[in-house]
């Protein structure tokens, strides 16, 4: 800010020679002009290898196709990340054994055409597609797949901290020697390369979600040979993130080749034409970076790029008015108020189902979540296994909760209510307003809010899952594969600072469910679990809002995936000339 | 002779020549005020505020950041003006009309408090350099230059960062900018009377230092730092204003602080451009009435103002 | 003129020492383990350990402050907790997009405001001084933000006329020399890249502009004033002669000096704007990086940067101050 928007000027008294202004001003002017007019005639001296044009009735077909991201990723090496723009990179580069048939969350062949599983559950065979190459000409086989397990098996140091190697810890608990305290035996009991050329992975107890978390990003296919020569195991005692590997040079088996990264501004991809499987129809993917929700829709608009993720529910009329396409991910998600039943008054029964009265969840999804949306009456989404149909209910009833919270002897009940700043999740895509909206609500039967905002990063999170310091929350899942552990196993599997609370008998539940080998089993196990946990109310689950993405007309071929599975190669972009 | 044309004129061709020469300092100062048009209106639209901002509790048809319409809101409307509301809804179910007129009571007291610290403390540090001089002069002014280093922005949000999102951290925020404005313009106006010689005569008469300082240096700066601190009020509001953009502001989004509104109505330009455009032309306005009547003071006390 | 050179030089040593001991201080004077701080999130125990012996907290203060200077000295700026990648080097490759900006602000706000205000002063009273006047209020009332909120709804949104966000087209597959990208574009004959990337930056410049424009408005329009109301030129005047004889040059000349006083003032104002402006239209210079620093309270980023700002900050007012000395002489004597 200027100090002063208006400083004294000093006065000069005898003349100084300096430039004309007015000669620079007509430079200027005319050199604006010339480059205007050499620009539209003249022929660039470089080779156009980027908007090539082929006719085709209707309109051309362009070469780019130009994502809208919303950040950075934080590198290229999806084994070490959690954040979804790292993901939504990798997944165009990477590939795992195990897929998803498009926009559900069944399973499909991946770089494995089949499998099989033992009796014991304890091992499962691959059998691997033939003739696949990693983008750097090594061979992908079984020997690689070894390798790659191998690889995450032996991480040491800060590779194998919460922040980095997450999937791994949450799927296989442990790695062939522990450097963090909070780890314990792996679930990964080694695995073969077979003669037959299929591999063959072992556990060391069954693990019912195996199979569908093979699915994950952060478990695809790289080039061990590639990564150990980049330092991207960081056994150099440097962050494996900032490694060459991992910011310049990823190698894997999918349908495009990393190009480019210019932090901050967007990041390249060129079609792999060594492909074993449908080529890319683009020659280029670029994902450009636009933090402000408000920003990517406007430069959907305006044609700066043909695509992009986490559409404000605000938008989504303005855009479909508009003639763009707007696309629903299949909601896989919770939204949940969180209770620290550390906090005081909140460990108290009476109290939880008191809130849960207070909530009318159809008016909060009206005011604040997209269209589609469903209210959520558990803590799993209604397409996961283990939905229970007939679970505890809480209607709205201010009146029941007034009753509840006097019987309770919490008539002027007081707690804190935090909420994250600075952020849209696909759970959570305004979390001001859902925050307005609950608030009020709890408000309205007598209950006293105290608002503590943070900014999601560094401190929301950190607040709410790191210390006992809050009272009730608002946070969300977006499930990575399908399995009911992978929502309320990370939920309630131990006690934690979120929730506050211990109860062994739920604790073991959940972690003899996860041990289930037949799907029946694990259907009925996880609908008597869902219903333990409704009845307990350690938290109140609100809805699983519909995410969309929103493209320009002329794209074609994107399928949205509930668990964010969207491989590039499928897609075309067509402008109307 | 228009009143946008007097302000940042130097030349007033209608000025008496003689005819300020019995009348005091600040009485012809005075006189030169009345005489400014643009002077007049950025003095009217300060009361206005002022007013505004103090009666706020009588004048508001509701109390603010309730919520309490919050149903009438969805995610792709706001309701506009009704016979219960007469400038509408904002995003979060209040009426809008409240929040503004409750804004203007945040920013009053935001501006005069983060001014009024900023110069208390930086008359403090300027009145001790200019005034004890010597090495004392030496340090605080090495330390006025570090802060002055710091663009006042980047200054606002260490600040910030350290105390947290809360009232109390912006205000102290916005005055760390202003500390070292108001340190430098004491001691260069104590400096500046030093020479003078009327206190060299008072010296001479045995008169103590401090007494000087405060009796008679004091009230002669006074113009200046009253020039200065109209001046800083107008950048405060925009600063909170900044500041609620950065994501500094205040812990409730729907609080009824300006800055913080216009922050939020950018979700909804399309929807609904007047959630943007009254805060925006509130903090406008009165930055614009606290930039003229500082312009206009300052043109009232600089004698050389008449020719 | 080489003693007021080395003196200014000694006195942004001082500066940037005493800067360095309030940044220090600062830091350990955050609620918590300063280790903790400044790994924020991502603190593990293996994390904390390793950044306490790499700052070496557990150590007294003093050597703490003098292994903090020893880093500073040899360019280690600390990493960014969100992305790791070094202070230092993130500045130097998003410092041009900043440059480039700053400077096209200026220029318009020069090359607009410079006319303006002579012509505005010279038609005094008229409709034209009027709406400068006016205009440059406004251009110094109205937040940075929002006027780039409006610029881009208006210009780019409704009208169509320039892009939203960004440096460049995604689609143009431009070489990049220097990092300024309108000269890249000139350096290696790309003209569609060169004039893509000045489409996207009207508007930013624009929004950041307008409060230098404003600013330079006024004090041209002031300094032509007292430049006409001079005796010799009213003289001349008396004479008779016409208003062209009275060179414009010369008045233009001596309204040019407090024009330039004011683009060194204006070097720390451009920066808050250029925060403010960055984010709105997504542009990857330093000013973005601060806002996501501030946002994130990345306080190696938040350090490193002001340390950084400030050495630009007084640099350029060195060079200001310097170019003013050679230019009168007077101030060289002082």
């Avoid at chain 2, 983060?114 to 403090?124: D, E, H, N, Q, R």
């Amino acid at each position: 800010m200027p100090e002063s928007p208006m400083p004294h000027a000093p006065t000069p008294e005898s003349t100084q020679p300096t430039r004309p202004t007015r000669r620079a001003f007509t430079l200027a002017s005319l050199s604006v002009a010339a480059l205007a007019t050499a620009s539209a005639c003249a022929k660039s001296d470089r080779d156009s290898g980027g908007s090539g044009e082929s006719s085709s009735s209707g309109g051309s077909e362009v070469d780019t196709f130009v994502f809208g991201g919303s950040a950075d990723p934080d590198s290229l090496d999806p084994a070490f990340a959690s954040d979804g723009e790292t993901f939504r990179i990798s997944r165009q580069i990477f590939e795992g054994l195990v897929s998803t048939k498009p926009g559900t969350t069944e399973l499909a062949p991946g770089l494995a055409t089949k499998w099989t599983q033992s009796q014991d559950g304890l091992s499962y065979t691959f059998t691997l597609q033939q003739g696949v190459k990693f983008s750097n000409g090594k061979p992908f086989d079984a020997a690689a797949v070894v390798a790659n397990f191998e690889r995450w098996y032996n991480l040491r140091g800060l590779a194998q901290g919460e922040d980095l190697a997450y999937y791994y810890r949450s799927i296989f608990r442990g790695f062939k020697t522990n450097d963090d305290p909070a780890l314990t035996t792996s679930l990964y009991a080694g695995s073969t390369a077979n003669s037959d050329g299929t591999v063959t992975v072992n556990l060391t107890t069954p693990f019912a979600g195996f199979l569908a978390s093979m699915t994950l990003p952060a478990f695809g296919m790289q080039e061990t040979g590639a990564v150990e020569a980049g330092g991207g195991n960081g056994t150099d005692g440097k962050d494996p993130r900032q490694s060459a590997y991992a910011t310049t040079g990823p190698v894997g088996t999918g349908p495009f080749v990393f190009s480019a990264w210019e932090r901050g501004q967007q990041l390249t991809l060129k079609r792999n034409d060594a492909y074993w499987g449908d080529k890319a129809k683009v020659a280029t993917a670029i994902v450009r970076f636009i933090s402000d929700g408000t920003a990517r829709r406007q430069a959907l608009q305006n044609g700066d790029i043909d695509g992009y993720d986490l559409v404000a529910p605000a938008d989504v009329a303005t855009l479909k008015g508009a003639d763009f396409q707007v696309q629903n991910r299949p909601a896989f998600n919770i939204l949940y108020l969180g209770i620290n039943q550390a906090f005081p008054g909140l460990g108290d029964l009476k109290v939880r189902q008191a809130i849960a009265h207070a909530i009318d969840k159809d008016a909060v999804v009206k005011n604040s979540l997209p269209e589609g949306t469903k209210a959520a009456t558990q803590f799993v989404p209604d397409n996961v296994i283990g939905y229970n149909k007939d679970v505890t209910t809480y209607a709205y009833d201010p009146d029941t909760a007034k009753k509840l919270l006097a019987e309770a002897g919490q008539a002027n009940l007081s707690i804190k209510f935090n909420y994250p700043t600075g952020v849209s999740r696909p759970y959570m895509p305004n979390p001001e307003t859902i925050y307005k909206a609950i608030s009020s609500q709890l408000t309205a039967v007598g209950i006293q809010i105290t608002p503590v905002a943070e900014q999601w990063n560094p401190n929301y999170l950190g607040t709410v899952q790191g210390g006992a310091d809050h009272g009730v929350h608002l946070l969300g899942w977006t499930g990575d594969y399908n399995d009911p552990d992978n929502f309320i196993g990370v939920f309630f599997g131990a006690q934690t600072n979120e929730w506050g609370f211990n109860d062994p008998g739920l604790f073991d539940a959940l972690a003899k469910a996860r041990t289930v080998t037949s799907e029946d089993a694990q259907t009925s196990a996880y609908e008597d679990i869902n219903e333990q946990i409704m009845t307990l109310l350690p938290g109140i689950p609100i809805a699983s809002p519909v995410p969309s993405l929103a493209f320009a007309a002329g794209v074609s071929g994107y399928t949205a995936s509930p668990v964010q599975d969207e491989v590039w190669n499928t897609v075309a972009v067509s402008k109307d000339s | 002779m228009s009143a946008l044309d007097a302000v940042g004129t130097t030349a007033e061709p209608d000025a008496e020549p003689t005819g300020e020469a019995g009348l005091g300092p600040w009485a012809a100062a005075w006189r030169r005020l009345r005489r400014n048009p643009s002077g007049i209106v950025g003095a009217v639209i300060v009361l206005l505020f002022v007013l505004v901002a103090v009666l706020a509790p009588v004048l508001a048809p509701y109390r603010p950041a309730t919520g309490q319409w919050f149903g009438e809101v969805t995610p792709t409307s706001v309701p506009g003006p009704s016979a219960e509301h007469v400038l509408g809804l904002d995003s979060f179910g209040s009426d809008l009309l409240t929040q503004l007129l409750y804004g203007a009571r945040s920013s009053l007291v935001i501006g005069v408090v983060s001014t009024a610290v900023g110069l208390a403390v930086g008359a403090v540090l300027g009145i001790l350099a200019g005034g004890l001089g010597g090495w004392v002069d030496t340090v605080i002014m090495r330390i006025v230059d570090v802060l002055l280093s710091i663009p006042s922005l980047l200054l606002a949000v260490s600040v910030a960062a350290l105390l947290g999102r809360n009232a109390v951290s912006i205000m102290l925020a916005i005055s760390a900018a202003q500390v070292p404005i108001f340190a430098r313009l004491l001691r260069a106006s104590l400096l500046a009377q030093r020479g003078q010689d009327y206190v060299v005569a008072l010296r001479s008469l045995g008169l103590r230092r401090r007494r000087i300082v405060v009796g008679h240096m004091l009230p002669n700066a006074l113009g200046p730092v009253l020039v200065q601190a109209t001046l800083v009020l107008a950048t405060a509001v925009i600063e909170v204003a900044a500041l609620s953009f950065l994501g500094l502001g205040a812990a409730d989004p729907a609080v009824a602080e300006w800055g913080r509104m216009l922050v939020t109505a950018q979700g909804r330009l399309e929807q609904a451009p007047q959630l943007a455009v009254y805060p925006g032309l509130a903090i406008a306005v009165t930055a614009l009435g606290f930039t003229l009547l500082g312009e206009a003071l300052r043109e009232a006390l600089d004698p050389r103002s008449d020719r | 003129m080489l003693t007021l050179i080395v003196r200014r030089l000694g006195l942004l040593v001082l500066v940037l020492f005493g800067l360095s001991i309030l940044l220090f201080a600062w830091v350990r004077a955050l609620p918590g383990d300063p280790a903790r701080a400044l790994l924020g999130q991502k603190a593990t125990p293996a994390g904390i350990a390793e950044v306490t012996a790499r700052y070496g907290f557990d150590k007294p203060v003093w050597q703490q402050y003098l292994t903090y200077l020893g880093r500073l000295v040899r360019g280690d700026f600390g990493a960014s907790i969100n992305t790791g990648q070094p202070v230092l080097s993130t500045f130097t490759e998003r410092f041009p997009a900043t440059i480039e900006l700053s400077v096209a602000a200026l220029l318009l706000a020069v090359v607009v405001g410079v006319p303006l205000g002579y012509v505005a002063a010279r038609r005094r009273g008229g409709l034209l001084d009027n709406l400068a006047v006016g205009g440059s209020l406004l251009g110094v009332v109205v937040p940075v933000f929002f006027l780039a909120v409006l610029l881009k709804y208006v210009l780019s949104i409704w009208l169509g006329w320039f892009p939203t966000s960004g440096r460049q087209d995604a689609r143009i597959d431009a070489t990049h020399v220097t990092g300024f990208y309108v000269l890249d574009g000139l350096l290696t004959r790309e003209w569609d890249a060169s004039w893509d990337a000045l489409k996207h930056l009207v508007l930013p410049a624009l929004a950041l502009g307008s409060i230098p424009l404003a600013i330079i408005v006024r004090i041209t329009r002031a300094s032509v004033l007292e430049v006409l109301s001079e005796d010799h030129v009213r003289t001349a005047q008396a004479k008779g002669l016409a208003r062209s004889v009275i060179s414009r040059r010369h008045i233009l000349r001596n309204a040019l000096l407090p024009v330039s006083t004011t683009l060194g003032l204006q070097a720390g104002a451009l920066l808050s704007g250029a925060v403010l402006t960055e984010t709105v239209f997504s542009i990857n210079g330093i000013g973005s990086y601060l806002f996501d620093a501030v946002n994130q309270l990345d306080y190696p980023v938040l350090q490193g940067f002001i340390l950084f700002i400030a050495l630009v900050y007084a640099l350029v007012n060195l060079v200001v101050d310097v170019s003013y000395g050679l230019i009168d002489p007077r101030v060289r004597v002082s």
